[in-house]
């Protein structure tokens, strides 16, 4: 039997400005949403950080060629036992460098989730999706 948290909502979405300021008022949303929905305290970080470094990844490269600052968007859903975290912009998508020292958020993400796609179109934008699988299971909440 499945626990239900009547006053936490299974889906919630945002957009606003590209950021880093925004980027962590949301990082600090989805910590209280995660948490309240019962998620496995041992994947909380994993899942913050994961999308942490997604919206930071479009705050820092989604509109660097552009002169005005874009928008981003995070749709975040729990059903049928999966955490999905959409993260996407309209910018434009810059494929990560050689260096050592930068470009690896998306790497780190696709490191603690259990799956991460990014798709990536010309004119239309990124977008990111991290899945968690039973991420309540271990909390003893299924």
């Known amino acids: 039997m499945t626990e239900s948290h009547s006053s936490?909502?299974?889906?919630?979405?945002?957009t606003a400005q590209a950021e880093s300021t925004v980027a962590t008022t949301i990082r600090r949303r989805l910590r209280s949403w995660v948490l309240e929905l019962?998620?496995?305290g041992a994947l909380v970080d994993d899942i913050v950080l994961g999308v942490y470094e997604a919206l930071a990844n479009v705050v820092e490269h989604a509109y660097s060629s552009s002169p005005e600052t874009g928008t981003m968007s995070i749709t975040v859903?729990?059903?049928?036992?999966?955490l999905t975290?959409?993260?996407?912009?309209t910018g434009t998508w810059r494929p990560p460098t050689s260096t050592t020292t930068r470009s690896h958020?998306?790497?780190l993400a696709a490191a603690v989730a259990d799956d991460l796609s990014v798709d990536h179109r010309p004119g239309f934008g990124t977008v990111v999706t991290a899945?968690?699988?039973k991420p309540l299971a271990a909390a003893g909440r299924i």
């Open 131 to 133: 899945v968690w699988s």
């Open 85 to 89: 975290v959409t993260v996407s912009d």
């Open 8 to 14: 936490t909502p299974h889906r919630w979405s945002h």
């Open 105 to 107: 958020g998306l790497q």
């Open 38 to 40: 019962g998620v496995n």
């Open 77 to 82: 859903t729990y059903e049928h036992e999966t």
